[in-house]
Nanobody, 113 residues
Framework: QVQLVESGGGLAQPGGSLRLSCAAS????????ITWHRQVPGKPREWVGS???????FVAGSVNGRFSLSRDNAKNTVYLQMNSLKLEDTAVYYC???????WGQGTQVTVSS
């Protein structure tokens, strides 16, 4: 059974950093695209970034220059490094495996002073 488990969320101050992890099981991420999304209650889920099977990654304009993606294929894990956090980054963050149409359970990120 394919599963994604996010971790690393929590409370951060504006300007702070967090690193989210998305650990896959039941499949290998080695040749797969994984994406990150976030959602605020009452709003649609928003794409944050993509980690394709090759080295290039992509992030949304709203987080460009602050967020970055990386992966450790040996650990079957994709990371979302979030720096210079802003209040508006507060959301539940999800990772997604398009090939299997599997979402993780989400991890809450709260940015507050």
């Amino acid at each position: 059974q394919v599963q994604l488990v996010e971790s690393g969320g929590g409370l951060a101050q504006p300007g702070g950093s967090l690193r989210l992890s998305c650990a896959a099981s039941g499949t290998t991420i080695l040749h797969q695209l994984i994406t990150w999304h976030r959602q605020v209650p009452g709003k649609p889920r928003e794409w944050v970034g993509s980690s394709p099977e090759n080295s290039a990654t992509f992030v949304a304009g709203s987080v460009n220059g602050r967020f970055s993606l990386s992966r450790d294929n040996a650990k079957n894990t994709v990371y979302l490094q979030m720096n210079s956090l802003k209040l508006e980054d507060t959301a539940v963050y999800y990772c997604y495996l398009p090939r299997s149409n599997i979402w993780g359970q989400g991890t809450q990120v709260t940015v507050s002073s």
